[in-house]
């Protein structure tokens, strides 16, 4: 019986898949039921045949009417492929059989028919076969949209290059431009012309072209054969664009390096998103300033310099005095215009060489790094004390502002970041029991307990 086509391709190779398909047909499938129309009509023409020839009205010998079995064995096979083909093929033989019995033929004749149902089952395996093949690779065609040969490897990169939405440059093993696409040139917005025969360095932000011209030696050089970077680009207007590079080098039959192939993603949004989620992450969104977070990063990096270069580092705790008498009587709108004047008056007073962040609620953490002596922290502690010399002037109301100073000196022999948050807290609170507004450096004989008893 004729069978359907499987989706496995493997299965119509196999023996095992064939008969496997042979005993589930199509039933629902009309062109089943034409190829078994087929060779009924075959069986009829045999029959007819044979009665016509015992009657000397035919000179043809019987087998050459089983060769009419070739017409559904063909059809079959063009339809279901193996299956149907040698399904078709079969039921021939199952009909004809029983025939050739009841109505016995010479030696001759039956080593002939014989002979003509084994050619019927060969070619219906060979037609199945030849057919399925065609089928396949027809659909793998289709699947791909190639009705003909795949392009030659150097036209299928031709394609690739031109038409990538990434920008791609090929260049020398010395950075010349030798060819771009489309996206490159929309990228850094450059005709092809003003691009061809120049260096790539030419139009690399300024902040790295020495990294550019490094990877340029690294892959001329043989070193290593690809590369993968962040680099930024100037356009024609001096805008900068944010690129993710990747870059390879292409050699000759020789193996040595012959030009480079560079592909760059315009990533100008993503990093300026990226950028401002890690600003978030790390700044204070009242005051801008940077948070805890920030500040114990540049805590462990002022350390660890420090160490290397000897010298001490201060850690300054701000505590704005009576700030709860503020929010109680003006209200928080009021006491948050104070944090956000106060931060800018002490940005204003920070060293670039420090850090200011806000450790939370009315408290500021300050950090001097690199001095010279102890005695330092304190300049730095009356430097900031400046800070609210000047009354503040908030939603029409004078402010007479003063804030508690906490210092820990920092030298090779002190503990980590959580001891000095915790000294600088009771240095704080000794400032304010000794009458707020002051800065008090902390010494180990002072008492935690200060901190309970205001």
């Not at 201060?314 to 004047?341: C, S």
């Amino acid at each position: 019986m004729t069978g359907a086509v499987p989706a496995n391709d493997t299965a119509f190779r196999s023996l095992k898949g064939v008969l496997a398909h042979l005993c589930h047909p199509p039933l629902s499938d009309r062109r089943f039921w034409m190829a078994q129309g087929m060779v009924v009509v075959v069986l009829l023409v045999h029959l007819d045949a044979g009665l016509a020839r015992g009657r000397t009205l035919l000179w043809a010998p019987e087998f050459v009417w089983i060769l009419p079995l070739l017409v559904p064995v063909i059809y079959a096979g063009a339809v279901f492929g193996p299956s149907g083909s040698l399904g078709a093929a079969l039921e021939g033989i199952i009909v004809v059989v029983p025939e050739a019995i009841l109505m016995p033929e010479s030696t001759v004749g039956q080593w002939a028919t014989t002979s003509t149902l084994a050619l019927v089952l060969v070619t219906a395996l060979l037609i199945g076969d030849r057919f399925e093949g065609q089928r396949t690779l027809a659909k793998a065609r289709a699947a791909a949209k190639m009705p003909g040969a795949l392009p030659e490897p150097e036209e299928c990169f031709r394609l690739a290059f031109d038409n990538n939405i990434a920008g791609m440059i090929i260049t020398d093993l010395d950075g010349r431009i030798v060819q771009v696409n489309r996206s490159y040139c929309a990228m850094i917005d450059y005709p092809v012309e003003e691009l061809l025969g120049h260096d790539v360095v030419s139009f690399t932000h300024p902040g790295d072209k020495d990294k550019t011209a490094e990877m340029y030696r690294r892959l001329a050089s043989g070193e290593v054969d690809q590369v993968g970077d962040i680099k930024r680009y100037l356009r024609k207007d001096g805008t900068v664009v944010s690129g993710d590079v990747l870059s390879g080098v292409v050699k000759n039959d020789g193996g040595a390096p012959i030009y480079c192939v560079s592909s760059i993603k315009d990533a100008t949004e993503d990093h300026a998103l990226a950028a401002q989620l890690s600003h978030q992450a790390l700044h204070d969104p009242l005051t801008k300033l940077g948070n805890r977070v920030l500040f114990e990063d540049r805590f462990s990096l002022a350390r660890a310099q420090t160490a290397r270069r000897g010298g001490w580092d201060a850690v300054l705790l701000v505590d704005i005095d009576d700030f709860k008498v503020v929010n109680d009587t003006f209200g928080h709108q009021v006491g948050d215009l104070l944090l956000v004047e106060l931060a800018h008056r002490l940005e204003n007073l920070t060293r670039t060489s420090d850090t200011l962040c806000r450790f939370g609620g009315d408290e500021f953490l300050y950090l001097a790094a690199g001095l010279a002596s102890p005695d330092e922290a304190e300049t730095v502690a009356r430097r900031l004390a400046g800070g609210w010399a000047e009354p503040f002037l908030l939603e029409g109301a004078r402010f007479e502002q003063r804030a508690s100073i906490g210092v820990v000196i920092c030298d090779l022999s002190s503990e980590g970041y959580d001891q000095m948050l915790r000294d600088a807290d009771i240095a704080m609170y000794e400032a304010k029991r000794r009458g707020k507004g002051r800065h008090v450096v902390f010494t180990p004989d002072m008492s935690p307990r200060t901190a309970t008893s205001l």
